[in-house]
């Protein structure tokens, strides 16, 4: 008995839509990413199998732990990470409605993806370089200029489907596509904060090799390195997928191998508008970044929620 | 196991990861290997991607010859980069001590210091020259690794 339903809830945890999944897919949106950057640039770019190849390669090279650093929290910190980004994809629908769904999911997503950059913070923290220490410094001020616009461009559409729960909302937006149309400022919003998240390019501040050389992963290498580089990627799948699944609707109602078809359309659009910001700016400074944040993305979705209040209000 | 030594070794070659380090050159080589990294010639076609710190790099590119200076430092990150390793000496300076040698603050060239996997003569190096310097290296990797 016990077997029985343990079975199915590892293969969701460790296959799909789990670890193996979105390890492959985020390789592959690395790749896409890579590739598209380099098209827009006018170059060549790198070969499909790039992300995997430096994957395996940093799998089999040396791991240089330093004397001064925690040992075990420099360790177990890229598991951590990756555990975290796993285990927020489970509320989130990818061929279907989602595996684990209940209400309030949407907070807890929330907080999912905000441990990989408490890791981050502590990684830089622990391996005491002082690249890395104002990398993990830069880490955090980010954190608090992001996150906030983040989670009030997610709340304008839980408002207006009256629900914290993601496939609910899913459900209300796929049913009422109209409503769509007028998230398109928090869509902006969740957008360049997931840009901020994911630290790419306007916002690559704490790992701004430039200045503090590799940020807060200057003291790792090999195999952790690699594992926190599979989280980063990992975590772009499942911030698509959770802006996917707020703004677009998840899989429209479809299941099976046309909602995966759907799911894995959608992503890739969203993906191809991050490369797009990425390759159209340049690093901005943390203060710059910061001013950007609260005075026009945090009152832009003040102003949607408000919006969405009344429509609220207006269709009832 | 030779199916996963076959693997690493593959992951090897397609993904160089640099590292660029100058230990006294007059900036020319330096603007050359920049250069290799642009639009134009595009090193990311094989996986090549600057890095900046030596943790995460396989490859230290060093140009200039060693002045006395920068032979601690030199060493220093060559010791801080995992293994496995590889360094490649850019430019006449950094393959002999070229024009500068038996100058009394240089020591000479790159070798004298570190152990240097491939010579890439040039003052300064043609962006070409760098390109077929590192397919050169993964080729010379590649034959070794076959001869065990």
């Keep these: 008995m016990i077997i029985d339903s343990m079975l199915p809830a590892l293969v969701y945890i460790l296959i799909f839509p789990g670890f193996l999944f979105l390890a492959a897919y985020g390789l592959f949106l690395q790749w896409v990413d890579r590739k598209l950057g380099a098209v827009m640039q006018n170059r060549v770019g790198p070969p499909w199998y790039q992300p995997a190849a430096d994957f395996i390669k940093l799998l089999a090279k040396e791991v240089i732990v330093p004397d001064a650093c925690d040992t075990v929290m420099f360790k177990v910190l890229p598991y951590f990470a990756l555990a975290a980004v796993v285990t927020a994809v489970l509320p989130l629908p990818v061929w279907t409605d989602a595996v684990y769904s209940f209400q309030g999911d949407l907070v807890v997503v929330i907080y999912l993806l905000t441990i990989p950059t408490v890791t981050f913070f502590l990684a830089g923290w ?183 209040i009344f429509l609220k209000f207006r269709l009832q | 196991m030779k199916i996963k030594d076959k693997l690493i070794l593959w992951s090897r070659l397609k993904s160089p990861w640099l590292l660029h380090f100058n230990t006294g050159a007059c900036n020319g080589c330096d603007i050359e290997i920049v250069d290799a990294l642009t639009p134009r010639y595009d090193l990311e076609r094989f996986g090549a991607i600057l890095k ?73 190096v043609r962006p070409e020259a760098v390109l077929d310097g590192a397919v050169k290296l993964l080729g010379a990797l590649e034959a070794s690794s076959k001869g065990k």
């Design chain 1, 126 to 308: 622990s391996a005491v370089s002082p690249y890395a220490v104002i990398g993990s410094m830069r880490v955090l001020t980010q954190l608090f200029a992001y996150e906030v616009p983040m989670m009030l461009s997610l709340i304008g559409p839980a408002i207006l489907a009256g629900t914290w729960n993601i496939n609910e909302i899913a459900g209300f937006f796929a049913a009422h596509k109209a409503l769509m149309a007028a998230q398109i400022p928090a869509l902006f919003v969740a957008l360049i904060a997931l840009q901020g998240k994911l630290e790419r390019v306007p916002f690559d501040i704490p790992h701004a090799k430039n200045e503090i050389v590799g940020g807060q992963f200057t003291e790792y290498s090999g195999r952790l390195l690699g594992f926190f580089y599979l989280a980063v990627d990992m975590e772009m799948v499942v911030g698509a997928a959770l802006v996917n699944a707020v703004f677009l609707g998840g899989t429209l109602g479809a299941s099976g191998a046309a909602g995966l078809a759907v799911f894995l359309a959608k992503t890739l659009a969203i993906v191809f508008l991050l490369t797009l910001v990425k390759v159209l700016m340049g690093r901005v400074r943390i203060d710059q970044m910061i001013r950007f944040c609260w005075q026009v993305l945090a009152p832009l979705s003040m102003a949607q929620i408000l919006f969405d």
């Design chain 2, 52 to 124: 900046s710190t030596p943790r995460h790099a396989d490859v230290l590119v060093v140009s200039g010859p060693v002045t006395r200076q920068q032979v601690k430092r030199l060493k220093r990150i060559y010791d801080q980069m995992p293994e496995p390793k590889f360094v490649m000496a850019v430019g006449t300076c950094a393959c002999s001590g070229g024009v500068f040698d038996g100058c009394y603050g240089v020591v000479s060239g790159v070798d004298a210091v570190i152990p240097v996997s491939i010579y890439i003569p040039g003052c300064p």
